[in-house]
Nanobody
Framework: VQLVESGGGLVQAGGSLRLSCAASGRTFSSYAMGWFRQAPGEEREFVAA????????YYADFAKGRFTISRDNAKNTVYVQMNSLNPEDTAVYYC???????????????????????WGQGTQVTVSS
């Protein structure tokens, strides 16, 4: 599956952005989807994920209460709504996918970047103070 992110940009602290990730293919609903981010000089870190079948969601601690991941299988798109942004959220945000069919994996599985098979090119999010 090929992934294309969009929606990044420059926003002031306290503002919001919604990132989108459009996927190719006809079996999008069978893919677990994740969002990761990488700030300059930092390692890539997990942001949020959504399972394929049940639509269960998983969040990094810093994302809980501020970010919401969702998917629209009819549009082959996964979103992450990001509210109350702060400068520490500045990073390139990446979408990732893995075919998982009807399997619901353990929570920790969705948080591992190495588990995902496909990645987008990333979209820059910059939060000014």
């Amino acid at each position: 599956v090929q992934l294309v992110e969009s929606g990044g940009g420059l926003v002031q602290a306290g503002g919001s952005l919604r990132l989108s990730c459009a996927a190719s293919g006809r079996t999008f609903s069978s893919y677990a989807m994740g969002w990761f981010r990488q700030a300059p000089g930092e390692e890539r870190e997990f942001v949020a994920a959504i399972s394929a079948s049940s639509g269960s969601t998983y969040y990094a601690d810093f994302a809980k209460g501020r970010f919401t991941i969702s998917r629209d299988n009819a549009k082959n798109t996964v979103y992450v709504q990001m509210n109350s942004l702060n400068p520490e959220d500045t990073a390139v945000y990446y979408c990732a996918a893995r075919y998982s069919g009807g399997t619901v994996w353990a929570d920790q599985t969705y948080r591992k970047g190495g588990w995902y098979a496909s990645w987008g090119q990333g979209t820059q999010v910059t939060v000014s103070s």
